[in-house]
């Protein structure tokens, strides 16, 4: 398994910009496609983006889509989630995973326990 610390949340204003950071111990990471994910209070944990393991293919949830960016470096075994124009139904704890890319939407399908992801707030 891989170990995942997600860091970089914080509290922003509505319009406002973020971007998180998950590092990956292990030397399993570069081997497969990463996501993001989030939970808001009183929600299941949804999808939000993911990227292959090369870099070349991403995708992302609708609601999300033109103002989030993901990206890998994995000589540093590390994702990114560069978050622009956040809005208030962003706010939600943040976590990364790995998957396989045709099923990473559904969250259950990841391969690695749950890190204790990075909490995002947006004011309005």
């Known amino acids: 398994q891989v170990q995942l610390v997600e860091s970089g949340g914080g509290l922003v204003q509505a319009g406002g910009s973020l971007r998180l950071s998950c590092a990956a111990s292990?030397?399993?990471?570069?081997?497969?496609?990463m996501g993001w994910f989030r939970q808001a209070p009183g929600k299941e944990r949804e999808f939000v983006a993911a990227?292959?393991?090369?870099?070349?293919?991403?995708k992302y949830a609708d609601v999300v889509k033109g103002r989030f960016s993901i990206s890998r470096n994995n000589t540093k075994n590390k994702v990114y989630l560069q978050m622009n124009s956040l809005k208030p139904e962003d706010t939600a704890v943040y976590y990364c995973n790995r998957g396989r890319f045709g099923a990473i939407e559904n969250p259950r399908s990841v391969l690695d326990a749950w890190g204790q992801g990075t909490l995002v707030t947006v004011s309005s």
């Open positions: 292990g030397r399993y990471f570069s081997y497969n496609t």
């Open positions: 990227i292959t393991r090369g870099g070349t293919n991403t």
